[in-house]
């Protein structure tokens, strides 16, 4: 079965560190994979997606990924956090085929604190 | 461009009444899907809808049914509400054949 692991599930940071935040997926083809932004109580972001193609990724908000097939990761990472950033991140594969949206699978999520 | 909008943002329902969510998709987008965010089982897939007709459906029980409107907007419906049906209400909308999905702010619901 499809499954996406965070094996994190609170992080602090001081801000201007660098931060990795990690993600294991399972999935049986090549995965569509994504990492969403949660504020309290808001709706989801996309930061950025992996679909093909080039394994370094660029998002919004200064964060990249690297989608890694043989470790099934897609990490996320940002070379300098800001304050801001503290927000609640999940990663999640999409499921779907045909081009379908289909069910995306999330993580559990892992809230980032950042300390001044 | 206006982004998903999800209305109400926040209900609070009696155990054993219903309730309809409503999400309005991204000009264009014509898929739509719903999902629900609990503490505890966190974000869970409830269905998908596309050119009005379910594609895609989670885990829950009937209680759980949706639609969707020829202009793409969609309602989900629970009835007979239960107390661990409280949640966030997540709705997400996507280009048929993009799997990358924009969400909505949600709708907080909350069962006493």
């Known amino acids: 079965a499809q499954s996406v692991t965070q094996p994190d599930i609170h992080i602090t940071v001081s801000e201007g560190a660098s931060l990795e935040l990690r993600c294991n997926y399972s999935?049986?083809?090549?995965?569509?994979l994504f990492w969403y932004v949660q504020s309290p109580g808001q709706g989801l972001q996309l930061l950025l997606k992996y679909f093909s193609g080039d394994t370094l990724v660029q998002g919004i908000k200064g964060f990249e990924a690297e989608f890694k097939r043989s470790q099934s990761s897609f990490n996320l990472r940002k070379p300098s956090v800001h304050w801001s950033d503290a927000a609640e991140y999940f990663c999640a594969v999409g499921a779907g085929s045909g081009g379908s949206q289909g069910n995306l699978i999330f993580g559990k999520g892992t809230k980032l604190s950042v300390k001044p | 461009k206006a982004g998903v909008t999800q209305t109400p943002r926040y209900l609070i329902k009696t155990r054993g009444q219903q309730v309809t969510l409503s999400c309005s998709p991204i000009s264009g987008h014509r898929s739509v899907s719903w999902y629900q965010q609990t503490p505890g089982q966190g974000l869970q897939f409830l269905f998908e809808?596309?050119?009005?007709?379910?594609?895609n459906k989670g885990n829950f029980p009937g209680r759980f049914s949706g639609r969707q409107f020829s202009n793409s907007r969609s309602e989900m419906n629970v009835s007979t509400l239960e107390l661990g049906d409280s949640a966030l209400y997540l709705c997400?909308?996507?280009?048929?054949?993009?799997?990358?999905?924009?969400f909505g702010q949600g709708t907080r619901l909350t069962v006493v």
């Open positions: 809808y596309f050119s009005e007709t379910q594609r």
């Open positions: 999935y049986g083809a090549t995965p569509y």
């Open positions: 997400a909308s996507s280009l048929r054949g993009f799997p990358e999905a924009f």
